[in-house]
């Protein structure tokens, strides 16, 4: 081998090296966060084979399924709403699912959950800071689902932590998708003065699904 391929032969492996180092990396946070959440063993039974359909839900059903199809060339994601019980969640979850078969990470909370994360690492014994769970929320998964916006106890902080959230992905043309009982002036009116800011960039990001129909929970 002369002294070019030889060099060339170490750029290459050194690059392989640093590429591989990176992906364990996120793999490593991913796992450690995962496990850490309990995030995502709620959904993991609800599938599209198991979405009935009717003539109610058929068009949020195939938009549903548009979704995973074009995955991961979309940057515009879902806004699921409705009213209790009409199916947003087990839309969602069989959205999570699917692409989770695929192969891709996926990150299902429901918004309570999700904060509950962040804000345990305030603690003085955690192992990983605010910045690195929203960036493994944001960056290091491919999709992230937030369950029940709304529900969750609003405060200033838990607003600012919704808001970096959804900048995050807004900047990086990443697809979210988000289930709620609310309509924008009722999300805009729970974020405080958040609001504006996070509502106009969640109906930018999403195409909207609207829900209707009866409670499944009560068939
Ligand atoms: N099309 C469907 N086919 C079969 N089961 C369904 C369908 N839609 C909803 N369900 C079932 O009905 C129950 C309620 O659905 P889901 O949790 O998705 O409602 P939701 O719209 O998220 O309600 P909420 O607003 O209370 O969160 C779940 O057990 C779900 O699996
Ligand atoms: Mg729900």
């Known amino acids: 081998m002369n002294i070019d391929d030889f060099i060339r032969e170490s750029i290459r492996r050194n690059e392989e090296e640093a590429r591989e180092f990176a992906m364990k990396k996120k793999q490593e946070r991913i796992a450690a966060i995962l496990e850490k959440s309990g995030l995502g063993k709620r959904f993991q039974k609800r599938t599209f084979e198991g979405f009935k359909q009717t003539d109610k839900n058929r068009g949020a059903y195939l938009k549903a399924l548009d979704f995973c199809n074009a995955f991961p060339d979309n940057w515009r994601g879902l806004?699921?709403?409705?009213?209790?019980?009409?199916?947003?969640?087990?839309?969602?979850?069989?959205?999570?699912?699917?692409?989770i078969k695929e192969l891709y990470t996926v990150m299902f909370g429901n918004i309570t959950d999700i904060i509950t994360l962040v804000k345990?690492?305030?603690s003085k014994d955690s192992e990983v800071s605010e910045m690195q769970v929203i960036q493994t929320l944001?960056?290091?998964v491919d999709l992230l689902v937030i369950d029940d916006l709304g529900k969750e106890y609003s405060s200033k902080n838990t607003n600012?932590?919704?808001?970096?959230?959804i900048n995050r992905l807004y900047e990086d043309e990443k697809p979210i998708i988000i289930t709620t009982n609310y309509n924008s002036e009722q999300l805009k009116s729970k974020f405080g003065e958040r609001g504006e800011a996070i509502?106009?960039?969640?109906?930018?990001?999403?195409?909207?699904?609207?829900?209707t129909g009866e409670d499944w929970r009560l068939k």
């Open 199 to 211: 509502v106009s960039r969640i109906t930018e990001m999403t195409v909207p699904i609207i829900m």
């Open 120 to 122: 345990s690492t305030y």
């Open 79 to 99: 806004l699921i709403t409705g009213p209790v019980g009409t199916g947003k969640t087990h839309l969602a979850a069989a959205i999570a699912n699917k692409l």
């Open 138 to 140: 944001t960056q290091d």
């Open 160 to 165: 600012t932590v919704l808001y970096q959230i």
